[in-house]
């Protein structure tokens, strides 16, 4: 996916994210920010340096996590990381003793000697990450980090990022998982076919495009439509999906009684405060998922 008039900076020991779905220039924008595909015009300086002149010093200070496995899964834990640490050029006791604080910040040390085939996929996501910091970057770019994943090692994982961050270390991600966004990133980015369509942190985003509550129904199959009129002067702003409605209020609790009491009978109600999916669905027309 191409990318058109992005326009952005990230701040040092910043989380920085690039929210939106599949397919729109989030990963097109990693690469070009770690010095893998080189833009075809505009200005791109990272740390300073031009990664089209000075590439390798780039990638020399960043950690990458990308968004496929590309461990060697027949070497052992310990020694996936031996070997990319000799990718930059590190002697063996420095490299030794990293691993041993790698190991255990991605609370894996007593798995160091096992195949990496015997991992989960939230232990092999942790050693992705703790593989990226084996050169101690000043950058840390992540692309779709949790993708995959079940809700407890999503939250094992972000507990890692969040001690980065905490550490000081700059995180630049990329997800379509709102919640994860709302989670880690001070600022983002809200992309959608190659563009920027809004820019800031998650509070003040879903302040500036979306009401405090949602209150989400439910019909029986064939009845949405019928209801619809009726539900747009409940709300200040209603959006009919396919499957439910979405109505937009900053009291939703009152909105729903409002509902209860108009002779409407959905099958589901849902009170609910706005979401980053929110936000876009009303910049965009259309959810993540899409």
């Known amino acids: 996916m191409a990318v058109d008039g992005v326009d952005f900076d990230v701040q040092p020991g910043e989380a920085f994210g690039f929210l939106g779905p599949n397919g729109a220039g989030k990963s097109s924008t990693m690469r070009m920010i770690g010095a893998v595909s080189p833009p075809t015009g505009g200005e791109l300086s990272v740390l300073g340096m031009d990664p089209q002149i000075d590439g390798a010093k780039i990638r020399a200070r960043l950690g ?13 834990v310990d020694e996936n990381l031996i070997v990319y640490g ?11 003793e990293r691993i041993a604080e790698l190991l255990d910040f991605a609370q894996l040390t007593e798995r160091a000697k096992d195949k990496v085939t015997a991992l989960s996929g939230g232990m092999k996501r ?9 050169n101690q970057p000043e ?20 507990d890692r990022l969040y001690r980065l961050k905490q550490d000081g270390a700059t995180l630049i ?49 064939g009845e949405q439509e019928a209801a619809v ?3 747009e002067t409940m709300a200040e702003r209603a959006e009919v999906l396919p499957d439910r409605v979405l109505l937009y209020t900053h009291d939703g609790d009152k909105t729903a009684d409002t509902i209860h009491n108009s002779g409407l009978a959905p099958e589901q109600i849902v009170v609910r405060r706005s979401t980053l999916e929110d936000v876009f669905l009303h910049l965009t027309g259309r959810t993540l998922v899409d």
């Open 229 to 231: 009129p009726a539900l």
């Open 64 to 76: 990458v996590v990308p968004q496929e496995s590309n461990l060697d899964e027949e070497l052992p």
């Open 139 to 158: 950058v840390i770019i992540l692309d779709e980090p949790t993708t995959g994943l079940d809700p407890q090692a999503r939250h094992a994982l972000w």
């Open 126 to 134: 942790r050693l992705i990450i703790a593989r990226a910091l084996i």
């Open 86 to 96: 000799r990718y930059f050029d590190l002697p063996r006791p420095v490299i030794k």
């Open 173 to 221: 991600i990329t997800t379509h998982y709102m919640d994860e966004a709302e989670q880690l990133c001070d600022r983002l980015v809200v992309m959608d076919k190659g563009k920027i369509v809004a820019e800031g942190s998650p509070s003040s985003l879903i302040a500036q495009h979306s009401t405090r509550e949602v209150v989400e129904l439910r019909f029986p199959v």
